[in-house]
Each structure stands twice: as structure tokens, then as C-alpha cells.
């Protein structure tokens, strides 16, 4: 274990040494901005940690690899945000072109989510956000494209339509990929190729899947974890029921509706299949009905594929 421990450590020894990347050298009046007047809420101390260590590392010299791991609510997305108003901050030595960042998500319904909560946090500020997904069409993805190519946009936001050759950057600086354990190695190395000097790469996970965690432990990828919520969030339950507590299941869904609340049910077959004995959401959805047969104690949507039956 010894002499396995040290081989990595020569192995992400040399990957530093020899790498090079963009300097962020200064925190500029984007970030400063941002802290002191538009950030809805104090870091917790995990976050603050993570940003000294990716800061430590945009500032070396050396390209950035870094893997940051936290669960749902732990603020990932902050953080990210912050380094990316970090690259706007600074500028390429050779033109003063201030550095642009790309947030590549999976699918396209996170990739808007990302949009909305990072346009409302700076739409105050003088920061270009922009979206590209599979369906921007026609004049909208030409002027993305036009815009991104001529350094308007500071902050592109999209799914796997960022890596499309078509997609050209004036001056590509970080790289942010969300859920990353859901796309593919040459994927994510299409990034690389952005810009003349690979850009820093933060990728983001809530669950990092073991090919994830063996990056980390082969020296490929540096490692940050952010292991605190930020006050005020409440504890998420997570229950298992057998069958024949179904009722008592379907009671609290009540309970819950009648406080303002809303459920949904999830099923794993769409209707019914003659390999796979599970419950399907044809029957299903009849079976739901029956417990909420008064319409003003709640009504019943059954929908497959974001299509409404």
C-alpha cells in the first residue's frame, strides 16, 4: 500500500509540474461585487474551504483538474458561479480579453435550471449569461454562437451542444461540468480543446460513482468536498414501505396535500410488460385515483415522457 500510495503521488507530482493553465491571478470587482451585494446568503465554512483550494490552484499556473463533491443543497453551484465571475475577472496577457466559462450539464431541463438561478443571482451585474441546448434553433443559436466566438457571452450554460465543433470561443477559460460521472471521456476532453491552453476544469457531483472516485485515487483529478449545509435546510427522510402499508402511505399523501403540498409518484414500467414483473404507471395511475376519489381533496396528472395522458 505503501509503495502504491507513493507511485500515485508521483503520478499527480508530475501531472502538476508539467501541465500548464491559464493564471486567475486577481479576484476582481465582479467577485468583490457579487459577495458583498448580491450573494443572497452567507458561505458556510465547507464552501469558503473550496474556494480557497480552487483558487489556490487557478492562480498556480498549472491546469486545474479538480473533482468538487457535495450533496444536493450543499451549495456546488455558488461556488462555481463565484470562480466563473473569478475568470471574467481576469483578462488573457497577450489582448486583455477578459476569460469566459462554460456549465455543461446532461440534460437539457438541469441546463435551464442552472440558467434561471444563475441569471437571477447576476442580472443586476455586468455579466453575459447565455444557453445553448439541442433545441436553441435558427436565429437564437446563431447569435449565441456569434456571441460566445466574439467574447460577449461570459458565461455559456448548456448541455452537450457546448462541445459541437460549431461552438468557438474567444477566450475559454473554465470549464464546469455538472453530474459529471454522465458523460463519456472524450466528451469532457472535447473542452480541452477550446482553447489554445487547456481551460481549468472543475466537474461536480452529489454522487460520485466508483470510476469517479478511481480518477481521484490515480492522480488524475484533485479532490474537494463540500460536508456541510448551509443553516436553515431541513432534513430529508428517506423511507422505505412494503405493500401492505400502501394505505397508510396514501393517507400522509393526503395529509400533505391538504397542507398546500404536492406529490408525485414514480413508476419504473410505462404499462405493462411480460419480462419485467413491476408495477406500471397505466394501472398504477387507476390505483392512484381511487384514493383521491373527491376532486377537491386533490387531483390526479398522469404524464409519460413530459407528455400528459
Given at each position: 500500500m505503501f509503495f502504491a500510495q507513493l507511485r500515485l503521488g508521483l503520478i499527480k507530482s508530475a501531472r502538476h509540474r508539467h501541465s500548464t493553465g491559464w493564471v486567475f491571478g486577481q479576484v476582481g470587482a465582479l467577485f468583490n461585487s457579487f459577495y458583498n451585494k448580491y450573494l443572497p446568503f452567507a458561505l458556510t465554512n465547507a464552501q469558503k474551504k473550496v474556494?480557497?483550494?480552487?483558487?489556490?490552484?487557478?492562480?498556480?499556473?498549472?491546469?486545474?483538474?479538480?473533482?468538487?463533491?457535495?450533496?444536493?443543497?450543499?451549495?456546488?453551484?455558488?461556488?462555481?458561479?463565484?470562480?466563473?465571475?473569478?475568470?471574467?475577472?481576469?483578462?488573457?496577457?497577450?489582448?486583455?480579453?477578459?476569460?469566459?466559462?462554460?456549465?455543461?450539464?446532461?440534460?437539457?431541463?438541469?441546463?435551464?435550471?442552472?440558467?434561471?438561478?444563475?441569471?437571477?443571482?447576476?442580472?443586476?451585474?455586468?455579466?453575459?449569461?447565455?444557453?445553448?441546448?439541442?433545441?436553441?434553433?435558427?436565429?437564437?443559436?446563431?447569435?449565441?454562437?456569434a456571441q460566445c466566438e466574439d467574447g460577449t457571452v461570459n458565461i455559456l450554460i448548456g448541455t452537450h451542444a457546448v462541445i459541437e465543433d460549431n461552438v468557438l470561443f474567444k477566450n475559454l477559460g473554465l470549464a464546469v461540468v455538472d453530474e459529471q460521472h454522465k458523460f463519456g471521456?472524450?466528451?469532457?476532453?472535447?473542452?480541452?480543446?477550446?482553447?489554445?491552453?487547456?481551460?481549468?476544469?472543475?466537474?461536480?457531483?452529489?454522487?460520485?460513482?466508483?470510476?469517479?472516485?478511481?480518477?481521484?485515487?490515480?492522480?488524475?483529478?484533485?479532490?474537494?468536498?463540500?460536508?456541510?449545509?448551509?443553516?436553515?435546510?431541513?432534513?430529508?427522510?428517506?423511507?422505505?414501505?412494503?405493500?401492505?402499508?400502501?394505505p397508510q402511505v396514501m393517507d400522509f399523501v393526503k395529509e400533505e396535500i391538504a397542507k398546500g403540498r404536492q406529490a408525485y409518484i414514480v413508476y419504473p414500467l410505462i404499462e405493462e410488460s411480460s419480462k419485467l414483473d413491476y408495477e406500471n404507471l397505466m394501472k398504477g395511475f387507476e390505483e392512484v385515483k381511487s384514493f383521491f376519489p373527491n376532486p377537491n381533496t386533490g387531483s390526479v396528472w398522469c404524464t409519460e415522457n413530459r407528455r400528459q395522458i
Open positions: 474556494l480557497k483550494e480552487i483558487r489556490r490552484d487557478v492562480g498556480s499556473g498549472k491546469q486545474m483538474n479538480r473533482l468538487l463533491q457535495g450533496d444536493v443543497g450543499s451549495g456546488k453551484t455558488i461556488v462555481a458561479l463565484m470562480m466563473m465571475l473569478i475568470a471574467a475577472d481576469n483578462t488573457r496577457p497577450s489582448d486583455e480579453q477578459a476569460f469566459q466559462s462554460v456549465l455543461m450539464a446532461p440534460t437539457e431541463i438541469l441546463a435551464q435550471q442552472h440558467y434561471n438561478s444563475i441569471s437571477l443571482l447576476v442580472k443586476d451585474m455586468p455579466v453575459c449569461v447565455k444557453m445553448l441546448t439541442g433545441s436553441s434553433k435558427g436565429k437564437q443559436r446563431k447569435e449565441v454562437l471521456v472524450a466528451q469532457r476532453a472535447q473542452l480541452w480543446k477550446k482553447n489554445s491552453i487547456p481551460p481549468h476544469v472543475l466537474v461536480m457531483t452529489a454522487t460520485p460513482i466508483p470510476r469517479t472516485l478511481a480518477l481521484t485515487a490515480y492522480g488524475d483529478l484533485d479532490y474537494s468536498v463540500i460536508d456541510e449545509l448551509p443553516p436553515g435546510r431541513q432534513p430529508i427522510n428517506t423511507l422505505h414501505r412494503s405493500e401492505n402499508a400502501r
